[in-house]
């Protein structure tokens, strides 16, 4: 794409944010690309299948006419979701880049760290209160209060939410202190850079030259001999010199398989503390702030209302989103019956695309116990019986495979995972069990058994 292209979109969309509400604008156009324009034809590229379904059916026109002024033809539009591009990669503040281009790794005023992600904007009830107050404390004294912090929880409890709003603090209190935010991913492709170019120097004083070094997802350096061993010596060098170092995770380091008693011991000789999945209030909350986000006129009742349908806050996004884009399109006021739709659609399809820790929540949920003890050791009968419940549900509705389902729920051999699909198989002839793996996803808009 070249830059002639995109000025020309920028152009375009310049104008038809005019034209549309802002939430419209932020759904369905932010985050489109002009691909090519050639032969009087134009490629614009959409996040998703969905994005281009509503921009082809709805707005077709809007954009039409638009392209046409600029361009001065009557120009050909061609809509396509950009997983079809692979070697996009998209940047917030110019569109797409593609291989070859230079990337820009700021965004907003941190590398790699989302400015909006702070503690003003964060929701608090008592499933995250210990977390987000140990986070506050950490950003108000850096290496003196709890070093490491440690944070653990399933997927889209605010994990990464909270590490960045600490980076954000200490930036917004002092601009000079050194902070480096990365993935475990992002950190291994480092070693392994720096292995391959013989030059761990570099990449040693990059990671150790800091105040504070925040590593997201850290259980992903298990098996990882070499990354291991660097992070390990990366980690004594910060806490000896007083840097802060800050690690999420979606289970507490001693059920981390594979982490070597070396690093666990050091991730555990700070603060541990865990995130649970948010309760009903929480997620009501976050629904208002995210409405907020997009101006959005969203009330409590019907924030109460989408609220139940998940305990995901990605998730609920997700449907909030639609439900935004349905109300907008046909340029009403939200409607009981907007809600009920969108709801219904997405209940049709809720399975097909539940996260593994979804599941594992909703068990945890109704036994009421932690996701980490589910896939601990434990053999307490309760546990065991949640246990099995959530192999039979992950085998039967998301078709993972016996050790997919293993690594998940701790490690565990795929013969024992057989043995606990098969125990569940066995009792749902009953009803009263059957009723109560039902009941278990009931969220969900459906029966598990069939």
Not at 82 to 109: Q, R, V, W, Y
Not at 219 to 236: D, I, M, P, S, Y
Request: charged share 25%; aromatic share 8%.
């Amino acid at each position: 794409m070249t830059k002639e292209n995109q000025e020309l979109w920028k152009a375009i969309l310049g104008e038809i944010e005019t034209e549309v509400s802002r939430a419209i604008f932020l759904t369905l156009f932010k985050h489109t690309f002009l691909i090519s324009f050639e032969n009087g034809v134009m490629t614009i590229a959409a996040s998703s299948v969905m994005i281009v379904d509503l921009l082809q059916k709805r707005y077709y026109q809007i954009i039409k006419k638009t392209v046409d002024k600029h361009t001065g033809l009557s120009v050909k539009i061609i809509f396509v979701p950009k997983t079809i591009f692979p070697e996009i990669k998209t940047d917030d503040k110019d569109g797409p880049l593609f291989a070859g281009e230079e990337k820009s790794t700021i965004i907003g005023h941190l590398p790699r760290v989302r400015k909006e992600y702070t503690f003003q904007t964060m929701a608090v009830s008592s499933s995250n209160q210990l977390a987000y107050v140990s986070a506050q404390t950490v950003a108000k004294k850096i290496g003196t209060a709890y070093n490491p912090l440690f944070i653990y929880g399933p997927v889209g409890v605010g994990k990464t939410h909270l590490i960045h709003a600490i980076a954000n603090k200490v930036f917004e209190e002092s601009q000079d202190k050194k902070i480096f935010y990365i993935t475990s991913e992002g950190f291994t492709n480092e070693v392994v850079e720096a292995i391959r170019t013989n030059d761990t120097a570099r990449m040693k004083k990059k990671f150790r030259n800091v105040d504070i070094l925040a590593i997201d997802d850290v259980q992903f350096v298990a098996g990882k001999e070499r990354v291991q061993e660097e992070l390990f010596h990366t980690f004594n060098t910060l806490i000896d010199k007083g840097a802060q170092v800050v690690l999420s995770s979606d289970r507490p380091p001693s059920e981390i398989k594979k982490l070597e008693k070396r690093l666990s011991s050091r991730f555990s000789g700070g603060l541990t503390v865990d995130i649970e999945p948010p309760d009903f209030e929480l997620r009501t909350a976050i629904l208002l702030i995210k409405a907020k986000k997009y101006d959005f006129p969203l009330t409590i009742d019907a924030a109460k209302k989408i609220a139940e349908h998940s305990q995901d806050a990605r998730k609920l996004e997700g449907i909030l989103l639609r439900i935004m884009t349905e109300a907008q399109s046909i340029e009403g006021e939200l409607s009981n019956n907007i809600i009920e739709k969108v709801l219904y659609n997405n209940n049709k399809t809720a399975l097909s695309y539940y996260h593994p820790d979804e599941i594992i929540n909703n068990v945890c949920s109704f036994y009421k116990i932690k996701p980490t003890q589910i896939k601990g050791v434990k053999r307490d009968a309760l546990l065991v019986r949640a246990r099995q419940i959530a192999m039979y549900i992950l085998r039967s509705r998301l078709n993972l495979s016996y050790v997919e389902i293993g690594n998940i729920l701790g490690g565990r051999d795929h013969t024992t995972i057989m043995h606990g699909v098969e125990k569940v198989e066995g009792l749902l002839s009953g009803e009263l069990f059957s009723d109560e793996v039902n009941k278990i996803i009931s969220t969900t808009g459906g029966n598990l058994v069939d």
